[in-house]
């Protein structure tokens, strides 16, 4: 008899789960048992990594669109009967001083990141708050170091991380007497998509500049993959974290020791 996966029949909504940390912690949950629901905006990536990814469905849309996350949770309602595990992952980061920082820019970060956590913790509590699933279940959001510590030229980043985790303890404290988890990883520096060197004329990415100082500065000597995050949000959504809940978990390789020491 073979040894049963962590994760196995239970049903997991991942927002921003097309590619880079997103699609990791998709297939993560998915390599543990779960049954997944990939979101994006880009209908040919959600598919494509769907069809990376066993067991696996697709809900197109923005996060910061409450009819989407609404439609987010139906699709695991119809496909799969449920929803136990909620990693709110989407979101962005779009950079510039603050006198310089237009209301769109900052609109656009804090809809996706904060808004959107929101939206989709509040479109999922119809089927995450009932009485009969006989376990506890999760909410997992993806916060960042940078909402703990704060970084220049990132205030709207910063400040939507800022408020995920503010949001996070409090729905923590509103939903531990129905036995759901709610916790926040936040990422120090992660290979993605948004952190690659940002090009002329290119809305995501990092300047040139800024990346040679990060990489000068990783005590264990890499920065993050997208898997090391995947395996810490794979852990909260298990029943071996069923006594955590309200935390910020910091996952940076030591990066902050090096702000501290």
Known sequence: MGVAQPLEGRVALVTGSGRGIGKAIARRLSDD??????????????????????????????????????????????????????????????????????????DLVIDVALKGTFYTCRSAARLLRRKDAGHNRKVVTISSINGIYGVAFNSNYCAAKGGIN????????????????????????????????????DELGIPAEALEQIYRQFPLGRPGKPEDVAGLVSWLSTSDADYVTGQILEIHGGLEIVKVG
């Open 33 to 106: 048992g779960a049954a997944v629901v990939i979101n994006d905006l880009d209908e040919d990536v959600a598919r494509a990594a769907a069809a990376e990814i066993p067991n696996a469905a697709v809900a197109v849309g923005s996060v910061a669109d409450s009819s989407h996350t609404d439609e987010m949770v139906a699709v695991a309602e119809r496909e799969f009967g449920t929803l136990d595990i909620v990693v709110c992952n989407a979101g962005l980061t779009k950079d510039a001083m603050l006198h310089k920082m237009d209301d769109a820019t900052w």
């Open 166 to 201: 503010g949001l996070t303890k409090s729905l923590a404290r509103e939903w531990a007497p129905l036995g759901i988890n709610v916790n926040a990883v936040a990422p120090g520096f992660v290979e993605t998509r948004l952190t690659a060197a940002r090009g002329e004329g």
